[in-house]
């Protein structure tokens, strides 16, 4: 949803969807075509890939329709799927690399989500003005 050039070719997108379109309930047109299908709690790469990873998981807990169409669904056991994906994305960052998490207090506070962290931001947004949107950057020591 957020990065703007689907041609750099620094950019690699995975998503768990293949390739997924869908017209909204306004009429609007949905695509999810990533370079790569993935499932973040198990990334096809070596440890220390990349120097940057940015983590976008689904924020709903319960619901249907457009919302969860768009941005997904967690599934019921989803501490352990958090943590699990955390896991995964900090194995994938180089040392002294840097990990953007991207998180909407919908259904559940980023205070719990943090519990599944492989460790602690060092910043980001804590309380966000308009918006239950929080954007973190963590930092992997060398």
């Given at each position: 949803?957020?990065?703007?050039?689907?041609?750099?070719?620094?950019?690699?997108?995975?998503?768990?969807?293949?390739?997924?379109?869908?017209?909204?309930?306004?009429g609007r047109?949905?695509?999810?075509?990533?370079?790569?299908?993935?499932?973040?709690?198990?990334?096809?790469?070596?440890?220390?890939?990349?120097?940057?990873?940015?983590?976008?998981?689904?924020?709903?807990?319960?619901?249907?329709?457009?919302?969860?169409?768009?941005?997904?669904?967690l599934p019921?056991?989803?501490?352990?799927?958090?943590?699990?994906?955390?896991?995964?994305?900090?194995?994938?960052?180089?040392?002294?690399?840097?990990?953007?998490?991207?998180w909407n207090?919908?259904?559940?506070?980023?205070?719990?989500?943090?519990?599944?962290?492989?460790?602690?931001?060092?910043?980001?947004?804590?309380?966000?003005?308009?918006?239950?949107?929080?954007?973190?950057?963590?930092?992997?020591?060398?």
């Amino acid at each position: 949803m957020f990065y703007f050039d689907h041609e750099n070719p620094q950019v690699l997108f995975c998503d768990i969807r293949e390739d997924f379109a869908k017209t909204l309930c306004d009429g609007r047109s949905f695509e999810v075509k990533p370079d790569m299908a993935a499932d973040v709690t198990e990334l096809p790469f070596d440890a220390g890939t990349f120097p940057l990873v940015v983590f976008d998981p689904p924020h709903l807990l319960r619901g249907n329709g457009w919302m969860v169409d768009k941005y997904g669904k967690l599934p019921k056991d989803w501490r352990e799927w958090m943590t699990r994906a955390f896991s995964e994305c900090w194995r994938v960052l180089r040392p002294a690399g840097t990990l953007v998490f991207k998180w909407n207090e919908c259904h559940v506070a980023l205070s719990e989500i943090l519990k599944c962290a492989p460790a602690k931001p060092v910043c980001g947004n804590r309380k966000p003005t308009n918006s239950k949107t929080h954007w973190l950057l963590f930092f992997k020591p060398e």
